[in-house]
């Protein structure tokens, strides 16, 4: 018996390139910059790989994109769930939320910790990182504030630090996901490290 099959339709160009980013972001995110191939993005994506490079010019040039495509998908993950939160304190647990039982590469964060092992080896990874991680400093440090002025922190708390501390929490879960710890996720830490 002969089936029909329907032809596989073509991707529009944004949708393609917007499917090359978030394959790369998490292939690159597991392996790194160094242990991944075009191949293997082009492979998860169904793909050939002479296709990767009509969107992206280079391995590189793709690798800097997931950076940028990591912050974004971060920064939306995180406008969706702190959205309704009131307080300071409130909206930093929102933030935990969205990054808890995460293994951190489906919001991008695996590609960052990635990019930070080889920002000592190429100079425009090393500004990727350093604005991906200003931006998120930042954010976090906002609601730090919000939450001194709100008086649901310590209005003698550090924010600086504090933002510090809880980023880093973030970024050691994505680099702890997979291995059996006894990690207590990132919400649980978070309660911890605001509670009164």
Known sequence: MVTYEEPTRRMRGADRRSQIL?????????RGFRGSALRDVA???GVTEPLIYKYFRSKRELFLATIDHATELAFRA????????GTGAETLKAFARVFD???????????LV??????????????AVTETITKR???????????KADG??????NADVLSW?????????TMLAGVDVGFPGVAAIFEAILAK
Do not use: N, Y
């Open 22 to 30: 978030e394959m790369a972001t998490e292939v690159f995110g597991k």
């Open 43 to 45: 492979d998860a994506c």
């Open 78 to 85: 995180v406008a969706e769930e702190v959205g309704a939160a």
């Open 101 to 111: 039982g995460q293994t951190g590469h489906k919001l991008g964060t695996g590609v």
């Open 114 to 127: 990635q990019a930070a092992a080889e920002a000592g080896k190429d100079p425009d990874i090393r500004a």
């Open 137 to 147: 400093l930042s954010t976090v440090r906002d609601l730090v504030v919000k939450g």
């Open 152 to 157: 649901s922190l310590s209005a003698g708390v």
């Open 165 to 173: 501390q809880l980023l880093s929490t973030v970024l050691a879960a």
